[in-house]
């Protein structure tokens, strides 16, 4: 059953009832009880659509955190083929925010990595709620190695709300860890192409995210800092949470202005967790269209565009 | 552009700031309270003569300090669009921008210059803490680029002095796109073969630690400077615990393996020309202050450092 959002709260009363009636109606076809049930459906539908046609960025914030939105594992489980989850830093853990290995999608082998949420009390806790800690920057930058050696595209999937802020993570390098990553999508002679499928926070979305092609859910959301955080600090006063995602420009929309989302994939109507298997499809067409897109280039020109996409951003600001 | 017009003299007087001098002759350590005269104070660099604490140093000063005989030329960095997401918070951003330009007298969070240290040609870069936390904006991105195209251009090594809070919100997605392209500037340098030193100082934080701050070939500190990737409260208010006497300080990262070294502002001069002219093949440095060049060696088409008041939006390369 869908989880309502608070601001999808009339949809749910209306849904609700419409159940009503057709319980009322206990079976009986064409009653005037039932006809109002499915004018109520009709108008919870158009609801769901007008709202979703103009989701504010505090609303696609909570959308892109929506519980039961698609994450990582979900993705791997139905695009890829063969997926063989590798696991370790070699140093100290697997962390278990970040998952990743070898997989198809159709024919073709790739290294597949990604932030993990999980979707229940023990897999969040078990996945840190998706927040990677050194060992998995580490991790991904093993996997992103071992997939410029043997010649793999690098496929990320971005669903943080940001590295993990605790005491053994700093005391391993965390910031080293995340910069090290970042420098490892600079260095990769194949394609890498990465997909935002929720939060895109921060640092900890830049590690993956430093892609030749970044794609982003038409409702995910990528931003320097969490509005929350962003309203503690320069209003004083997280409440004003809507004001900061407002100011934050951190929809996909506003990144396709800025030049640093190059693909918005269109999310099923009422968001991805609507439709988890349509949101899915939809991201695997757009990796690879993307993927066919960069196929013919050769390492150099794979490193030098990757490059050139972000020494050029900035160079126009958005549209008054 | 002339070379001596370029010249940035370390008159003692001009270590401090206008405001603060000379009504206030004395400065209060904030570390062990003892009254310092500020002659005194600025002729040490900002570090207690009672009890070595490290205050805060303007990055002009900084240059100064550094070049022999404080003669620099800057680096000219190209002027990003001003305010792109139109940022409003409680104050306007392009308001904001402009106290920190008055208060400051800088255009942005970072200077870069070329000179010499103990004869040792380098370019250096440093954050300015006072301008907006030292946060990492679209200038300060091409502050670094500016820095690492000019090293390469010149095959110098790079000395990048970081001090910052983090990306600099108002300016979103964009300040953290900085975290990619400085490291590319980093990447630049690597693949031409050229040292790239860091010196953390405090304090150093958030996206600046996990980008171009924490990518040096050899990592240095200031004593006591704070490091590190999230701010202290949110992880005690995370992990639910206290966090350790000097959590985060670098004595406490060299000890976790995160810096080569920790080094007093007084020797650090000496030790960066002792550690480039290693990594370059060059003979042993001149120790202790030395007076200016005598020779410049030929300087690039260089930018007054006045910036004009309203700039033309230019675009990075
Ligand atoms: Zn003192």
């Known amino acids: 059953m869908t989880q309502y959002l608070e601001f999808e709260k009339p949809i749910a009363e209306i849904e609700a009832k419409a159940e009503e009636l057709r319980a009322l109606a206990a079976g009986e076809e064409g009653t005037d009880v039932l006809k109002e049930a499915s004018q109520l459906d009709a108008k919870a539908a158009d609801l769901l659509k007008s709202l979703y046609a103009d989701l504010s960025p505090w609303r696609k914030c909570l959308v892109a955190r929506h519980p039961q939105r698609p994450h990582c594992k979900d993705y791997i489980d139905r695009l890829f083929t063969e997926y063989t989850p590798l696991a370790g830093d070699r140093n100290f853990a697997d962390d278990h925010a970040v998952m990743g290995g070898l997989a198809r999608l159709d024919d073709t082998p790739v290294m597949v990595i990604g932030h993990e949420k999980g979707n229940d009390t023990k897999s969040r806790i078990e996945r840190n709620f998706g927040m990677a800690r050194p060992e998995g920057y580490r991790k991904a930058i093993r996997l992103m190695d071992m997939a410029d050696r043997f010649g793999l595209p690098v496929i990320t999937l971005v669903d943080t709300p940001g590295a993990y802020p605790g005491k053994g993570a700093e005391e391993r390098g965390q910031s080293e860890a995340i910069a090290r990553s970042t420098e490892k999508c600079l260095d990769l002679g194949v394609p890498l192409i990465s997909v935002v499928i929720g939060e895109g926070g921060s640092g900890g979305a830049v590690a993956f995210a430093t892609a030749n092609r970044v794609a982003m859910l038409e409702h995910s959301i990528y931003s320097v800092i969490s509005p929350e955080g962003c309203a503690s600090i320069l209003w004083k006063d997280a409440e004003k949470m809507r004001e900061a995602a407002e100011a934050l420009r951190l929809t996909a929309q506003n990144l396709r202005e800025l030049g640093i989302c190059d693909k918005i994939v269109k999310e099923p109507l009422g968001g991805a967790h609507r439709d988890p298997a349509a949101a899915i499809d939809a991201v695997g067409k757009a990796l690879k269209g993307m993927l066919s897109e960069l196929g013919d280039s050769d390492a150099k020109a794979l490193r030098d565009g990757r490059r050139r996409k972000y020494l050029d951003l900035g160079s126009k600001g958005l549209a008054a | ?317």
């Open chain 2, 1 to 317: 552009m002339n070379w001596i017009n370029n010249y940035v003299r370390p008159k003692i007087n001009s270590l401090f700031s206008r405001r603060e001098v000379p009504e206030n002759l004395w400065t209060k350590c904030d570390e062990c309270g003892t009254m310092l005269f500020h002659r005194e104070l600025a002729h040490n660099l900002n570090v207690c003569t009672n009890c070595d604490h490290h205050m805060p140093i303007r990055a002009r000063e900084r240059l100064a300090s550094l070049f022999d005989g404080g003669a620099f030329t800057e680096v000219p960095v190209p002027e990003p669009v001003a305010d792109p997401l139109h940022f409003r918070d409680q104050k306007k951003y392009t308001d904001r921008l402009k106290d920190a330009r008055r208060k400051t007298g800088e255009r942005d969070a970072m200077l870069v210059a070329e000179g010499e240290i103990r004869r040792t040609p380098a370019i250096v870069a440093v954050q300015d803490f006072s301008f907006m936390g030292g946060s990492m904006s679209m200038y300060v991105g091409n502050a670094i680029v500016a820095a690492a195209t000019r090293a390469v251009e010149r095959k110098l090594p790079l000395v990048l002095f970081s001090a910052a809070g983090g990306a600099r919100m108002q300016e979103g997605i964009l300040g953290l796109m900085q975290m990619p392209r400085t490291t590319i500037a980093v990447q630049m340098l690597k693949e031409a073969g050229l040292p790239y030193i860091v010196v953390l100082t405090h304090p150093t934080t958030g996206g600046v630690t996990a980008s171009y701050a924490m990518l040096g070939d050899v990592q240095i500190a200031e004593p006591n400077a704070l490091i590190g990737f999230a701010g202290a409260r949110v992880i005690e208010q995370t992990i639910g615990e206290k966090l350790p006497e000097g959590f985060q300080r670098a004595e406490y990262l060299l000890d976790h393996g995160m810096l080569d070294r920790v080094t007093s502002r007084i020797d650090l001069a000496d030790e960066l020309a002792t550690i480039i002219r290693m990594l370059t093949g060059q003979p042993a440095p001149v120790k202790g202050d030395l007076p200016p060049p005598e020779e410049p060696t030929e300087i690039g088409p260089a930018m007054p450092p006045e910036v004009p008041e309203e700039p033309e939006a230019a675009q990075t390369k």
